[in-house]
Nanobody, 115 residues
């Protein structure tokens, strides 16, 4: 009924930037809270960013000031702009949609930060 597809990952050098996209199908995107998570091999999946349906954003200290979550409701797309990347940011990144009756995850997309 609703699907999330991430894109924009890849290899980037330390200090570099990358923008991830998450395209949503269906008609519930604009009224849904959205989140980004990440998971490195052998580690738990950690929360990275949140944006509410009204545009309020929240970040953990690990990325605050470096990452920016945004949304374009006309395009049904969520974004994560990542600046000042370091090797500790290397992980698979997942977008997540939460709304009453919905708990949907994207497939995950790899971000590798290495020189």
């Amino acid at each position: 009924q609703v699907q999330l597809v991430e894109s924009g990952g890849g290899l980037v050098q330390p200090g570099g930037s990358l923008r991830l996209s998450c395209a949503a199908s269906g008609t519930i995107f604009s009224s849904s809270a959205m989140h980004w998570y990440r998971q490195a091999p052998g580690k738990q999946r950690d929360w990275v960013a949140t944006i509410t349906s009204s545009g309020v954003t929240v970040y953990p200290d690990s990325v605050k000031g470096r990452f920016t979550i945004s949304r374009d409701n006309a395009k049904n797309t969520l974004y994560l702009r990542m600046n000042s990347l370091n090797p500790e940011d290397t992980a698979a990144y997942y977008c997540h949609l939460v709304k009453v009756g919905y708990d949907i995850w994207g497939q995950g997309i790899q971000v590798t930060v290495s020189s």
